[in-house]
């Protein structure tokens, strides 16, 4: 089979390597679609693991093997897969710290070499640990929102961390795909929301997510240019006075950063109230510091949280979510490559354009979309 193989910082080749072999307790699934992830690009730029490896892990396909023990699955199903399932027993699970679970941390599917998700290949197999991970596809739903469900749950997971209340104020820095399924989510809990993002499109589509205020560093690009979408609460000005009129001068009850940026975290964490809370979402680059008053954090008691991964526990949520469409995660794909394009796809991905957002790999055809 086609495989798009890890050689090395960002080396990215198609090459031919063998169908995995499934055994009786697992799966084969034909891959129809496999996302592109920040986590995955990391590792492909910095060669932060040893290769060969094929990457991809938002997987969604079909199923074309079952192992003669696995029970709950037939042959021709339409899946989403999940690549890491924690073990829900050891101290790490009883504390619900389900990322730091050494079996949650072990990669479950692969299409060969060391299991790194494997999405990036035709074939996948699913290991018999991940298997309660996997989700069927309802008929009206396709594989593009399937291989969404992982990141939304990453989004939903950090969301659940945040001690919120209905009406409370929120600031989502960063309207990438994962900024905008903050800002829904939030919206859809009944938070109110201050988007940011640098993009006058993506502030757009925050508007349309449900974000109730808008605001981009510079005033020209933060005024609206689509027809459809109303102007009145576009906010110029310092981020900081609009923080204090909407928010009467209290400050924000949260702030959620999803963008890597120190900078952001620092603006972020003086524009909380006494008693709110800071998520990092998107700082996963290890080695990085950065100065904090630390003294907000005991005094003011500004807490100050991160969120890793997905939440095994939060799947049915999450599919409910997606395979409604009250999240519709089809407003957030914006470019599909084949296979044999996947590294430029990881490149668009790490450098988006002004009109990219989620990067997609396809593999399917007319009669499969």
């Known amino acids: 089979m086609r495989a798009v193989v890890y050689r090395g910082a960002n080396d990215l080749r198609l090459e031919e390597v063998p169908v995995p072999r499934s055994n009786a307790n697992e799966l084969l699934v034909k891959v129809a679609v496999c996302g592109v ?41 339409r899946v989403a897969l999940h690549h890491h399932v924690p073990c829900l027993n050891c101290h790490a699970c009883r504390h619900r710290a389900f990322a730091q679970c050494p079996q949650y941390k072990r990669t479950g599917i692969t299409a060969g070499f060391e299991p790194a998700g494997g999405g990036y290949a035709q074939y996948v197999r699913v290991l018999p640990f991940v298997l309660p991970g996997v989700v069927r596809i309802p008929a009206r739903n396709s594989f593009l929102e399937g ?16 001690s ?67 102007s009145s609460r576009i906010e110029t000005g310092s981020l900081a006075n609009v923080v204090e009129r ?30 709110g809370q800071l998520l990092l979402f998107s700082h ?12 907000t954090v005991c ?7 991160g969120s890793y991964s ?36 990881v490149k668009l991905a790490a450098h988006p354009s002004q009109n990219s957002l989620k990067i997609v790999v396809s593999q399917m055809d007319e009669n499969t979309k």
């Open 164 to 230: 919120l209340l209905r009406g409370d104020t929120v600031l989502v820095a960063g309207q990438g795909p994962i900024g905008l399924m903050f800002t829904r989510l939030l919206a859809l809990r009944g938070m109110k929301v201050i988007a940011t993002d640098l993009l006058r499109s993506r502030l757009e589509l925050a508007q349309e997510f449900a974000a109730k205020w808008l605001w981009g560093p510079n005033g020209n690009q933060s005024k609206t240019h689509n027809p459809g979408v109303h």
């Open 37 to 77: 992830c920040p986590t995955d690009i990391k590792k492909i730029q910095y060669a932060t693991v040893p290769p060969p490896r094929i990457f991809g892990h938002e997987t969604a396909g079909t199923i074309v093997t079952v192992g003669a023990k696995v029970k709950k699955f037939t042959v021709g199903e």
């Open 299 to 305: 005094v003011d008691e500004k807490d100050l949280l």
């Open 147 to 162: 291989a969404m469900l992982e990141p939304v749950n990453t989004v939903l997971k950090a969301v659940e961390r945040l």
């Open 284 to 295: 996963t680059r290890r080695g990085e510091n950065t100065c904090l008053d630390l003294a």
């Open 310 to 345: 997905a939440d095994f526990s939060l799947q049915n949520d999450v599919a409910r979510l997606v395979f409604s469409r009250r999240l519709d995660v089809r407003r957030l794909i914006t470019h599909e490559f084949p296979l044999e394009q996947t590294a430029a796809a």
């Open 246 to 275: 909407v928010t009467r001068g209290r400050g924000l009850d949260a702030a959620i950063v999803a963008v890597p940026l120190d900078t952001v975290v620092r603006e972020a964490q003086g524009l909380l109230r006494g008693g």
